[in-house]
């Protein structure tokens, strides 16, 4: 499983530089409107189940564009685990390096990788768990734009701690982007 999500990561990365930099080259960017030099403010929740239980995130992105649709920015997120009979909190940060492709003029996909840390604690049954450690969150979502500056996003995600494999899990997250000029 690590194996691979390494090798998932590594061909996402290497095809949105590949792609980018092809297209940067040889076409001009038939789209109105660009995000060439802008950046994206963005708030989300995330419903993130792990194995060791469930859990409501919410958080933050900021994004800055580098070019026509590579983009490099942070990320935060934290809340609540738990249900009646067990609590606990999880919260995670990083770098967030990403890519757009856009499929219409109000839909795009973006994917790409979050890299940082973070770490929880949860208890149940007077048994207590704690860790934490390096992130690897790769996603995928789609994109609707719903304003003439805002975007409204619905991912998945692989949330992948290599050194804890209790908070490893799949996330279905939403979010609301803001474009910034």
């Given at each position: 499983m690590k194996n691979s999500m390494w090798i998932i990561t590594a061909v996402l990365l290497v095809l949105s530089i590949g792609i980018n930099a092809q297209e940067n080259w040889t076409t001009k960017y038939i789209y109105p409107e660009s995000y060439n030099s802008q950046s994206k403010s963005s708030v989300g929740l995330k419903y993130f189940s792990a194995s060791i239980g469930n859990a409501i995130l919410y958080g933050w992105r900021h994004v800055n564009y580098n070019s026509e649709k590579f983009?490099?920015?942070?990320?935060?997120?934290?809340?609540?685990?738990?249900?009646?009979?067990?609590?606990?909190?999880?919260?995670?940060?990083?770098?967030?390096?990403?890519?757009?492709?856009?499929?219409?003029?109000?839909?795009?996909?973006?994917?790409?990788?979050?890299a940082g840390g973070g770490g929880g604690k949860y208890t149940e049954a007077g048994t207590t768990t704690s860790g934490g450690g390096i992130i690897l969150e790769p996603w995928f979502g789609l994109n609707w734009r719903i304003g003439k500056t805002t975007d409204f996003n619905c991912a998945a995600t692989y949330l992948y701690m290599p050194n804890n494999d209790k908070f490893t899990g799949y996330t279905v997250a939403l979010r609301f982007d803001f474009a910034l000029q």
């Open positions: 983009f490099v920015g942070g990320t935060g997120y934290t809340g609540q685990m738990g249900d009646i009979s067990a609590t606990g909190t999880f919260s995670y940060g990083g770098l967030v390096l990403g890519y757009d492709k856009r499929l219409g003029n109000r839909v795009h996909a973006d994917y790409g990788v979050v």
